[in-house]
């Protein structure tokens, strides 16, 4: 498979997400992987798409492999950091988001791709910290 036709499915991929067509990504994915197992592109669309599907721990699964095969960058650390939190593991989730948050913070606009990783980092870790408190709040309240 070319770059070009791992980017056009990378894209249509995110396109059929976007249009809530998740199953259909899924299914794209799954079948591009199976002629090109080890493209990090691929993978990181598939962890996406599965975190679109809710299915956290086979998200973290994928993107923590798409980590492996190449290498990172702030965009898929945060999809990391998320699937992280949101398949129980907590602490390095909270962490990998603040280092998205303070890299970005240090490296400026260096990509493109930095200012929708720092919103969405941010955003994420802002969400889980009010979760965290309401639980916290109703724990101490009920006797």
């Given at each position: ?25 899924l ?10 197992p ?60 603040q ?8 490296q ?9 990783a ?26």
């Amino acid at each position: 498979m070319t770059p070009q036709t791992v980017h056009a499915i990378v894209k249509l991929a995110d396109h059929m997400n976007s249009a809530k067509r998740h199953e259909q990504a899924l299914t794209l994915l799954t079948e591009a992987l199976k002629v090109q197992p080890d493209t990090q592109p691929l993978v990181i669309a598939l962890g996406v798409t599965l975190g679109h599907l809710r299915r956290w721990p086979d998200a973290y699964d994928a993107l923590s492999r798409a980590r492996e095969l190449g290498p990172t960058f702030p965009e898929l650390e945060c999809h990391l950091g998320e699937a992280e939190l949101l398949s129980g593991h907590m602490r390095e989730g909270v962490s990998r988001l603040q280092r998205v948050l303070a890299q970005t913070q240090v490296q400026g606009v260096a990509t493109s791709e930095q200012p929708q990783a720092y919103r969405r980092a941010g955003f994420v870790l802002a969400t889980f910290q009010k979760v965290a408190a309401g639980l916290r709040s109703r724990s101490t309240s009920t006797p």
